[in-house]
Structure formats: structure tokens, C-alpha cells
């Protein structure tokens, strides 16, 4: 690997432009990192991972490599990528994938999501300083198990039943009537009436009928990971009230330009229900970031210092008696209060008025559990496996 292979992948994308320090993608390229005994990357390993650094938000989320840009980048074939990102996730420097989809009508031919780890100990000076806040107990019944795109894939699916035969009163109940308007409240959308060929009518038949076909399997991952992207946006952008309803309407745009194809008649519709999503998804990641301040004697304002970023990251797991877990990764490029311990484990209850509230937060030293966890539930482990802790630094040079 040499000078002409750095700049290239520099200039693999356009649009892409390279936020990681060229000092880290040099060191992971020419194997210059820090790591422990018996966990060396290849050659291989390290091409692999520079191409993904070349392509990472400072954060490390990867969104515009899919899979013949890799190709074309690497020379690997779909085996040995596959190979690779197992190994990169066994040693801790993949977090988690979600798999890309195709769409007819959404989506359209979306790439793969690939969430490094910035922080690692073998980046040594480059390592950024991240903490990971996992909040447990956000209600299941509120957006199913799956998080808010399951409860809008599955929503949209029984009221695309239940419309016609309420407009039609043919066996139209209460029951069937209370979950059209609770999805219409839940999404955002306009409460118009349903009596036929009327605005609300039309409205939901047509936000409906995007989900009638789509499978259920990789487009709900794809399409949580999505929101999730647009509320790490809500949440790293520190906004006035006019500044955020601009940013609003800016995402607005990107979640049309990102996620519907052609001008759909429920694009309108589905662009509000993802935008509102996103919206609960920060509030619920905001109410982690303000009790771990609050636990830390934090003043408002306080993650407002240096580079602070934010990226809500894949769901570690979903179980009926715990609730929802949301895991928000806090980076910055050098120590702040925030990232002092790796990992804070934040339990919530639900309170009057359904406002969830933190009964604890308590910190830990190693949060590799959890990057292990998210690497399984991800698909990207059948059985996690040690990796070296943040806390250790290592002596030996990969060659």
C-alpha cells in the first residue's frame, strides 16, 4: 500500500468527502496501530478497514459504500468481504451492519450500514472518547418490540384492512376506529375523516399501500437504522426553536430524497410518519443524555463543548418483560466529563401521562459486552467473543 492507494480511496466518492484523520487511515494501512498480543490484523484485514475509514463519519457510520464499490475498491468477492467483516467485528472495530434493501417504491436500491467502533484502544492517539448510554425499559406496546419502524410497518398493514370496511360501515366497530385514529395521532398525520374518497381516506390508503407488499424481514432493520440516523441528527444539531424547525424541513427533503421513490401519492404521508418517529427517537435518547448529566452534576449545555456527536446505534435486544433498549454512543476527540466511563446503564419507568422518567444510571468500566451483544443480535457473530477492553492499551505494532 502506498501514497497513490491512500488518495484513491480518498477520491473513491465525489460526495464523499473524508471526515476520519488521513494520520488513522495511513496507521490502519500501513500497520502502524497498537494492539494486543494475538489480535494482529491481516493485510487484508487492514485494506478492508481503511476502505471503511476512508468512508466514516467521525463517528463512524458508514452509508454510501455498498457492496460494487467495495468490490471495486478491495477485489474482494462476496465470501471474503463477508470474511472480513467477521473478523473486523470479532477484534471490536465493527459494531454492528444492517443489511441494505431494494424497494419498488421506497427505498429503491439502498446501500449497507456499517457502525465502526472510534474509540478503539489500537487507535490509539487518533481513539476518539466515546461512552455508550443504554437505556432499558422504553414500553413495548407503545412501538412493538422492534422499535418505531415495526410498529409503522405493522400499523400500516392492519389499518390498510381496517379503512375500507369503516368507510364503508360494513362491520365497522369502535375497536377498529380507535386504531386508525391512534395511528393517524401516533404518526403525525391530519385527522380528516374517513368517509369515502374524503382527505383522510385518501391519506391513509395511500401511506398504506407502500407497506402492503414489502417483506417484513431486513426493511425493518433498515428502515429503524434510518430513523435512527435522523434523530442523531435532531440530537447533534443544538438548535433554537426556529433553528430546529429549519433542520426539521431540512430532513423532511432528505428523508423524500433518501427513501421514496418517484413522486408516490403517499409520500407526503410516510415523509411526516418518519420525521415523527425520528422526533421520539431523540426525545427518548435526550431523556438518556440528560440524566446521565444530571447524575454527573452536569450544567445545561454542558456536551455543547469541543466535537461532541452523537449516533443512536442499532438495537441491542427487545424482550417483552424489559421493554426496548435504546443505545446512544456519545464521541468526542478528546476527554470530556460525558465519556469518562465507557458505559452507563440507564433503567426508565414509565410515569403519568405515559412521560418515561429514569429510576437509575449507573456507570460501568467496560461496556465490550455490549459491543459483543450488538455484534449478535446484528448478525455479524453467531457467539460473541472477547475483545480487547477500552480501558487496556496495547504495546505491540501490527506488521
Not at 365497522?172 to 383522510?200: C, N, P
Not at 444530571?294 to 452523537?310: I, N, P, R, V
Request: glycine letters at 10%; proline letters at 4%; charged letters at 25%.
Amino acid at each position: 500500500m502506498d501514497d497513490d492507494f491512500a488518495e484513491a480511496l480518498k477520491g473513491s466518492f465525489k460526495n464523499c468527502p473524508v471526515e476520519v484523520e488521513e494520520t488513522l487511515i495511513r496507521k490502519v494501512a500501513f500497520g502502524c496501530l497498537c494492539q494486543e498480543k494475538g489480535m494482529k490484523l491481516t493485510p487484508l484485514n487492514r485494506l478492508f478497514l481503511s476502505v471503511l475509514l476512508s468512508h466514516s463519519s467521525k463517528v463512524g457510520r458508514v452509508v454510501d459504500l455498498g457492496h460494487a464499490s467495495l468490490s471495486k475498491l478491495t477485489g474482494f468477492s462476496v465470501d471474503q468481504r463477508r470474511s472480513q467483516v467477521s473478523r473486523l467485528a470479532d477484534l471490536g472495530f465493527l459494531r454492528a451492519l444492517v443489511p441494505g434493501v431494494t424497494g419498488r417504491y421506497l427505498f429503491g436500491s439502498a446501500k449497507s450500514q456499517y457502525f465502526l467502533n472510534m474509540g478503539h484502544p489500537a487507535f490509539g492517539e487518533n481513539s476518539r472518547s466515546e461512552t455508550l448510554l443504554v437505556g432499558r425499559g422504553f414500553a413495548g406496546d407503545e412501538d412493538w418490540l422492534g422499535g418505531q419502524a415495526e410498529a409503522l410497518f405493522k400499523g400500516a398493514r392492519e389499518v390498510n384492512q381496517l379503512v375500507p370496511g369503516i368507510v364503508k360501515e360494513e362491520g365497522r366497530s369502535d375497536v377498529a376506529l380507535r386504531k386508525v385514529v391512534r395511528f393517524e395521532r401516533q404518526w403525525g398525520l391530519k385527522r380528516a375523516g374517513l368517509e369515502q374518497g374524503g382527505a383522510g381516506y385518501q391519506q391513509l390508503s395511500d401511506l398504506t399501500a407502500l407497506f402492503k407488499d414489502l417483506p417484513l424481514e431486513g426493511y425493518i432493520s433498515y428502515l429503524q437504522a434510518k430513523i435512527n440516523e435522523y434523530a442523531s441528527e435532531l440530537l447533534s444539531e443544538f438548535q433554537d426553536q426556529d433553528g430546529l424547525q429549519l433542520l426539521e424541513v431540512a430532513i423532511l427533503a432528505k428523508i423524500g430524497e433518501e427513501l421514496v421513490i418517484g413522486n408516490e401519492p403517499g409520500a407526503k404521508a410516510f415523509k411526516t410518519a418518519i420525521l415523527t418517529a425520528s422526533q421520539r427517537q431523540a426525545e427518548r435518547a435526550r431523556l438518556l443524555l440528560d440524566g446521565v448529566k444530571k447524575e454527573l452534576g452536569l450544567a445545561e449545555g454542558a456536551e455543547k463543548g469541543g466535537d461532541t456527536e452523537f449516533v443512536i446505534l442499532p438495537m441491542l435486544e427487545s424482550h417483552p418483560a424489559s421493554g426496548n433498549m435504546l443505545t446512544l454512543c456519545v464521541s468526542s476527540s478528546g476527554p470530556s466529563p460525558l465519556t469518562e466511563s465507557p458505559y452507563w446503564n440507564i433503567r426508565l419507568t414509565m410515569g403519568w401521562g405515559r412521560e418515561y422518567c429514569i429510576s437509575t444510571a449507573e456507570s460501568q468500566p467496560d461496556s465490550s459486552f455490549l459491543e459483543e451483544g450488538m455484534q449478535v443480535v446484528c448478525g455479524l457473530k453467531a457467539k460473541a467473543k472477547r475483545y480487547p477492553e477500552r480501558a487496556s492499551n496495547a504495546d505491540a505494532i501490527i506488521t
